[in-house]
């Protein structure tokens, strides 16, 4: 249990386009998703927390205009990279928080993104 | 100074020795702990997950969590080279669903 889904698992796109990334809990609810950005040999940072219904916090820094998330449901979340820059090209990986558990987060296999 | 401290490593360790893995943080308001496994180019994996003080098993791998020094510990046993990859610790206060994460110490088994 505890299935974590994102797609696409790669996406190339040009300057200025935007992206679209999913993330689904397979089989089970999440109140609260976590989108997180990865560079090459670091660890994990948070951009962004998504409650189900209600707008996502993010943190000091990222562009809430510029990476956009809806949370429209208790099993899916979304993360739209607009007007992709070179400089957004990242590891971009989600996480589900399962009600059940209350605490414990599970991770998607993450989303290459290369902005040409 | 970091709210938590892990040493990225590489650490390089033959096959079949015990391996283990620290992380020390400065913020006694933790009270979860976890250690997640990450291969390369894909999402960290939920290895341990702990409450408070004391330690944790799970086949090969033993969690140990001591909050009065501030320091947490991940031992895997008869390691395999499949066991190669980056280990990150992560910790969440007890209201506070935000996981306040390691560098990740990148592990290589030899075999």
């Known amino acids: 249990g505890a299935v974590v889904s994102q797609h696409p698992s790669w996406v190339i796109c040009k300057s200025g386009t935007s992206v679209k990334i999913e993330c689904r809990s397979l089989d089970f609810q999440a109140t609260t998703m976590f989108w997180y950005r990865q560079f090459p040999k670091q660890s994990l940072m948070l951009m962004a927390t998504s409650n189900e219904g209600s707008k996502a916090t993010y943190e000091q820094g990222v562009e809430k205009d510029k990476f956009l998330i809806n949370h429209a449901s208790l099993t899916l979340s979304t993360l739209t990279v607009t007007s992709a820059h070179p400089e957004d090209s990242s590891f971009y990986i989600c996480?589900?928080?399962?009600?059940?558990?209350?605490?414990?987060?599970?991770f998607g296999p993450g989303t290459r993104l290369t902005v040409l | 100074q970091k709210e938590v401290e892990q040493d990225p490593g590489p650490l390089s360790v033959p096959e079949g020795a015990i391996v283990s893995l620290n992380c020390t943080y400065s913020?006694?308001?933790?009270?979860?702990f976890m250690w997640y496994r990450q291969y390369s180019r894909k999402g960290p994996e939920l290895l341990m997950y702990?409450?408070s003080s004391g330690n944790k098993e799970d086949g090969r791998f033993t969690a140990q969590v001591d909050k009065s020094s501030k320091y947490i510990s991940l031992f895997i046993s008869d390691s395999q080279p499949s066991d190669s990859a980056t280990y990150l610790c992560a910790m969440q206060w007890d209201s506070n669903y935000q996981l306040i994460w390691g560098a990740g110490t990148k592990l290589i088994i030899k075999p």
């Open positions: 913020n006694s308001a933790f009270q979860y």
């Open positions: 702990t409450y």
């Open positions: 996480s589900a928080r399962d009600r059940r558990t209350y605490n414990e987060q599970f």
